[in-house]
């Protein structure tokens, strides 16, 4: 669904529309404490928040939300957020900056709380799962691939049938290491395929499932429907799009911009605006 910029402007034009957006989501049926009337509240003119008709009791939409102690004006919030769900490769702290007329210290911020939305807990995957892993980071001599310094390790596994994929940071490619996710992520009955990979052999092993692979070091990467072709695709896309929008990411951040590439993806499909997907998300206990 096109959700174009005129169509933002035209909703959300002001600080109170986005205020109120909130209030209708957060609060669809807001109750009086004091005097138990049911959707008596009406927009306050002095406060961020709507009071109940008794005048006793005043509900803050922003509070419990990633904009509860910020001072930034919320349509420059929502505006932030809009770019995000706009932005197929990110969005980088200096456009923020420059779109929504903030500091670049302001921007970055916004740009960090906005990602903590993209998070999602790992689900049970089934059918034919790849895994792999990647190593991103700056260049440097040496070894590529496997085994090269100053890397940091994003593992993740990538159901074909829903073409969901779920992603972590790992410290290495040890058996022990990845077994955990691997024992709560992937269902019985799963057929995996990865590459040569001696700890995903022994995964397989320890968790009795069905294991296929493709040889990368013999120069197999294609036998039958046994192949990686796909979750490195999605690799090669996120490191297009951290190298060509953020540029650099450090270690301590590059979590946060793996969910966002991860949410990005699996939600490619989606005929709901990402924009109203993370409105959806906006509340500190999806975070």
Not at 6 to 19: E, M, R, S, V
Not at 185 to 197: F, M, P, S, V
Request: proline share 3%.
């Amino acid at each position: 669904m096109n959700y174009s910029i005129l169509d933002f402007h035209k909703q959300y034009p002001y600080n109170a529309a986005c205020l109120k957006k909130l209030f209708t989501d957060r609060f669809p049926k807001p109750k009086c404490e004091e005097c138990g009337k049911v959707g008596q509240f009406s927009q306050n003119t002095s406060r961020a928040c709507f009071s109940c008709s008794c005048g006793k009791t005043h509900i803050y939409p922003k509070a419990g939300t990633i904009f509860e102690k910020s001072s930034t004006d919320l349509v420059k919030w929502f505006f932030a957020m809009y770019l995000f769900a706009q932005a197929k490769n990110g969005v980088a702290a200096k456009e923020i900056e420059r779109g929504c007329k903030v500091t670049y210290k302001t921007a970055w911020r916004m740009a960090k709380e906005i990602r903590t939305l993209m998070f999602d807990f790992p689900t049970l995957q089934e059918g034919e799962v790849e895994a792999d892993e990647t190593y991103v980071g700056g260049k440097r001599k040496g070894k590529r691939g496997r085994g090269a310094a100053g890397k940091t390790i994003v593992f993740g596994t990538l159901e074909r049938e829903s073409g969901s994929i779920q992603t972590a940071i790992v410290p290495n490619v040890k058996a022990v290491t990845l077994l955990p996710h691997f024992q709560d992520n992937i269902a019985k009955g799963t057929r995996l395929i990865t590459d040569e990979l001696r700890s995903y052999k022994k995964i397989a092993g320890i968790i009795d499932i069905e294991h296929n692979t493709v040889t990368h070091g013999s120069g197999e990467y294609v036998r039958g429907s046994t192949h990686t072709n796909t979750i490195e695709g999605f690799w090669s896309q996120m490191k297009r799009s951290i190298h060509g929008t953020y540029h650099v990411v450090s270690p301590k951040y590059l979590s946060s911009y793996v969910s966002e590439f991860s949410f990005r993806y699996n939600l490619r499909k989606s005929e709901v605006p990402l924009f109203d997907l993370l409105l959806c998300r906006v509340d500190l206990k999806h975070v």
